[in-house]
């Protein structure tokens, strides 16, 4: 499967410029199968001379995405998929540039299509995607906009797979078993890993957990650490694996619960970041001598309980500026502005006023409380029913009260019977960490609630 992919920046270089677009087709060889374009605000100005290129204005961007609110999307529809682009390393260092700056680590496979279109079709005088369209008869329209490169891009990939006899592309895109590998691995192993929702496990010689891992296709997953020679900590573990074992999931959420749960339990090694907690870093509120409410992000300890939980500073700072946005927040009294009197924001007349005493708190505190009800659970004791792990099955998450009780897996044809499904729960541990994944995963994606 493809991810064919083309962005337009601010500029030519991945770590001080950013993305104003992306737009990204997945192919199954054959055909376009899906496809997602956004223009993405790269909260900087885009100079004069990008605009007269791409015909990007930042009056166009000015109501776009940023990129951190279309990551987990990009994550999702490339996962499993060959990150394919013509001159692939520029799209490619500079998706994962900003994944870097949201402290990601995004890793696919890439296909370049210049280096594909220099071994099928050799001898041209230029590879550039405007050249080659024009070589080869294929229409491109709407050039340097994402979209119609990414299509081009397509169109040439289709192109070149057809004329491709002596099957290069399938030496690139089927390499062998990874180098480097501990001699003790099964290939075999290798080749019989599921393309499913689960938990995965990396063993030593000495039969010890050394990492534990999720993802919606546990094949892919574990071959991109297979295949990770970025850092010395990927390939020291690397080179340490001598047995790998899987737990099916049957979706995401149960991935994600039980991956959480199973790192807490064994505490391997190389999950060092996600022993104690996954999200370090909490939202706070507290009331002032006025009534404001006030918020915080900050360290999250267990003395205080958080609103909600973030896995980095960065990225709890970055959620608060988009809340005070939609919620019409103060920045002063979010903690993002220090200021013995009005925040920045009223100067410009984007503050309502509550921080220099232009308005009540009854109606500041209003907003904020719509805030503070995206933390709570709409019911009090419900059950999340998701795909099983098979067809003849559902997986089953309880809360009760406020408190995670566990989950489990029941038959299909028990899911309108409420105390059925119950029954069919294994208890987990409740923590901050799995109220964070839960609502963060509500929020995003649909599922059916029970009440009971």
């Known amino acids: 499967m493809f991810a064919i992919i083309d962005i337009e920046t601010t500029g030519g270089s991945p770590r001080k410029e950013k993305i104003t677009e992306i737009a990204i ?95 099928v079709v050799p001898g041209l005088p230029s590879y550039s995607l405007g ?114 074992t899987w737990e099916l999931s049957g979706n995401e959420l149960a991935a994600l619960l039980f991956e959480s749960s199973e790192i807490k339990k064994h505490k391997p090694v190389f999950n060092r970041a996600q022993r104690r907690s996954v ?42 500026h988009k809340w005070i946005e939609d919620f019409d927040l103060c920045q002063k009294y979010c903690g993002l502005y220090e200021s013995a009197g009005a925040c920045f924001h009223h100067g410009i007349g984007e503050c309502k006023g509550a921080c220099c005493g232009e308005e009540t708190v009854e109606v500041y505190n209003g907003r904020v409380q719509q805030l503070l009800n995206k933390f709570e659970y709409d019911l009090n004791r419900f059950l999340i029913i998701l795909p099983g792990r098979m067809k003849e099955e559902v997986s089953v998450i309880a809360i009760e009260d406020g408190i995670y009780m566990g989950m489990g897996y029941a038959p299909a044809d028990h899911q309108q019977n409420s105390e059925l499904l119950r029954d069919s729960i294994t208890h987990y541990p409740d923590n901050r960490d799995i109220h964070t994944i839960i609502k963060s995963y509500l929020r995003k994606n649909e599922a059916m609630i029970i009440e009971y």
């Open 25 to 119: 087709f997945i192919h199954d060889g054959l055909k376009i199968i899906d496809e997602y374009t956004s223009l993405v605000n790269p909260e900087c100005n885009i100079p004069y001379f990008i605009t007269g290129l791409t015909g990007i204005t930042n009056e166009m961007v000015s109501d776009a995405p940023k990129f951190y609110e279309i990551a987990r999307d990009i994550v999702k529809i490339t996962e499993g998929k060959i990150f394919v682009a013509h001159n692939v390393n520029f799209d490619y260092s500079f998706v994962r540039q900003e994944f870097k700056n949201l402290g990601f680590e995004y890793n696919r496979k890439t296909l370049d299509t210049v280096r594909l279109a220099r071994k």
């Open 131 to 244: 050249r080659l369209c024009k070589r080869l008869s294929i229409p491109l329209t709407n050039r340097h906009r994402a979209g119609g490169d990414a299509l081009a891009t397509v169109k040439l990939l289709e192109d070149l797979l057809a004329r491709d006899r002596k099957n290069v592309a399938a030496k690139i895109l089927k390499p062998g078993h990874p180098e480097g590998l501990n001699s003790k691995l099964s290939k075999k192993l290798l080749n019989k890993l599921p393309e499913d929702p689960g938990v995965y496990y990396f063993w030593d010689v000495d039969g010890k957990l050394i990492y534990i891992g999720k993802s919606i296709n546990i094949r892919s997953r574990v071959l991109q650490h297979l295949y990770n020679n970025s850092t010395h900590r990927a390939m020291e573990m690397r080179d340490r694996i001598t047995e790998i």
């Open 279 to 320: 999200f370090t870093v909490g939202l706070f509120s507290s009331t002032d001598k006025n009534g404001y409410i006030n918020l915080k992000v900050d360290k999250a300890d267990q003395k205080r309980h958080p609103l909600t939980t973030f896995s980095s500073k960065r990225e709890g700072r970055e959620t608060l």
